[in-house]
Structure formats: C-alpha cells, structure tokens
C-alpha cells in the first residue's frame, strides 16, 4: 500500500479487497456517529433552559413519570432501516472474506508456491524444485512475478509461526502438520516484507524477509536459471 495524502492505493487484489472492506465500515462509522453526535446537540441547545421560557421539564425528583406510548411507525422504521444496512454489510462483508481467503485455483497464470515456515526463517519453494531459504540476518533474493495469481502453500517445520505480507494484507497460520493457504495479485513491482507474526522463539524478531516482485518476464529469466 502507497500512502499519498489521504488516498492508499492498493498494490494488489487483496489489498484492494480489504481497503474496500476498510472504506465501507469508515464511511459507516463516520456517518452514523455524525448523526449521532448531531442529534443530541440539537437537543442540547433546543431544550436549554432560557430567559423568560417556562421550565416545561415534568421529571420530578421521586415521582416516577407515567409511561407513553411510543410511535409504533418510527420503531418499524427503525427497524428496517438498521436490518437492510446490517444485513446489507453482511452481503458484502462476508463474499468478500471468501475472496481474500480461498485462491481462485486452477487460473491459467497461476503460481504455486510452497512455504516452510522454521525457527527463524522462510523457505519458498518454486514450481521447479528451487529451493530458497531467507531472514533478516541471512537473506537471499526471492523474487515473484506481477500480475499472477500466486498461492502460497504454507506450513511450518517445527513451532507455530504466521505468514503474513502486510502490503498485501495477506496473513495466515504456519502450523506444523498443518497445510494452510494464503494467496494475491500484485500489479506494483517493487520490494515487499514477509514476516512472522507469531511470537516463535528467541530469534523471532529476525524472522523477516525481503522478497521482490518483478515483471513476469523477468520472473522467468530469474527462475529459469535457477
Ligand atoms: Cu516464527
């Protein structure tokens, strides 16, 4: 994600799918709390107490004001308009899970990548067999192509670790014996961080790694010779 002002744009399609998710609750939060905060202002200032103006307040101390019927119309209302935004958000919300969880599989540009989390490194294994480990301390290059499908088949070769790329707001469980799936589609070359977002040992802090994303063309000259 490239922060520019107040516009974050996305660097690939689930970062794009979470800024969405992001926006919408954002926007939601900030109208409805508006309104809110709006309304008792407005009762705030239109019942205050003025110069030459009866107090109209019947609330006594000790006496219990009698019950009035409320508008039954207002309440449906209300009621509506709060199921269709809720379940509304629902609709949207939860499809949009799915897609940032599940891998489109079987896409023609698909790449699957295998990665082994370990105490304290990443391994990613390509298509090929290439095999390359990395971290903070020890790193290697590891490159990806743009604008592919890449799924990453993730495990863990000893504790419980958690693969996660912020920029692509990507971020799954590393179990040993466990296979889980994280995927993305960057449309931005450039330079990106994995980390280990689980607390895994003494070396967890160096359990970080670079990784670059290059046109595809230059993906397959890099892998080709590997
Ligand atoms: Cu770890």
Redesign the pocket.
């Known amino acids: 994600m490239f922060v520019s002002g107040l516009v974050l744009a996305a660097v690939s399609v689930t970062s794009a799918k979470w800024w969405s998710l992001f926006y919408l609750y954002l926007i939601i939060g900030f109208v409805a709390s508006s309104f809110f905060v709006g309304w008792i202002l407005y009762l705030v200032i239109s019942t205050r107490p003025r110069r030459g103006r009866p107090n109209t307040n019947t609330i006594k101390p000790g006496v219990i004001p009698s019950a009035t019927r409320g508008k039954t119309r207002s309440v449906i209302f209300l009621i509506l308009f709060l199921a269709i935004v809720f379940y509304g958000l629902f609709a949207y919300s939860l499809p949009a899970a799915y897609y940032m969880r599940q891998a489109p599989s079987h896409t023609a540009n698909e790449l699957v990548i295998t990665v082994y989390?370990q105490?304290?490194a990443w391994t990613f294994k390509y298509p090929n067999g290439y095999n390359v480990t990395s971290n903070a301390i020890h790193s290697s290059l590891i490159e990806f192509p743009t604008n592919t499908t890449i799924e990453f088949n993730v495990t863990s070769k000893d504790v419980m670790?958690e693969f996660s790329i912020p920029a692509f707001d990507v971020k799954v469980d590393a179990f040993p014996g466990v296979w889980t799936t994280a995927w993305t589609n960057v449309n931005a070359q450039g330079t990106y961080q994995v980390f280990?977002t689980?607390l895994?040992g003494a070396g967890?802090a160096y359990?970080w790694t670079n990784i670059s994303f290059v046109s595809p063309s230059a993906y397959q000259a890099w892998i080709s010779g590997k």
């Open positions: 989390a105490q304290w670790h280990c689980e895994c967890h359990m």
